[in-house]
């Protein structure tokens, strides 16, 4: 695998707030398998991250992480109709829509 299959450039932060008395374990697991399922698939996404936060119980954050600003950008857009019915799915868990960032990436090590 060369250096330009593993670039990360751009990060795309997914904050996620549930609707109180929700069991959260069953939105991630909805997640994990959404982003497993198109991982296989060519998106252009070079990994995700979901994170549940350890003191809010109705806090979580999903991240992508991408090469390009263009596969970001072309994934998040309203016509992804995959991403659209994730969202719809979800939307009555949800206390607010998700909020998104994008970030351009200074370096990336782990």
Known sequence: ???TENRINYIKHNSIRTKTGLKR???TKILLEFFEEIKANSTGMKGFMVMDDLQDKQESVVITFWESKED???FYRPENKLLMDLVKEL??????LPVRKDYHVAKFEV
Do not use: G, L, Q, V
């Open 91 to 96: 939307n009555p868990s949800f206390e607010r």
């Open 72 to 74: 970001m950008d072309s």
């Open 25 to 27: 374990e069953a939105i």
């Open 1 to 3: 695998m060369s250096s």
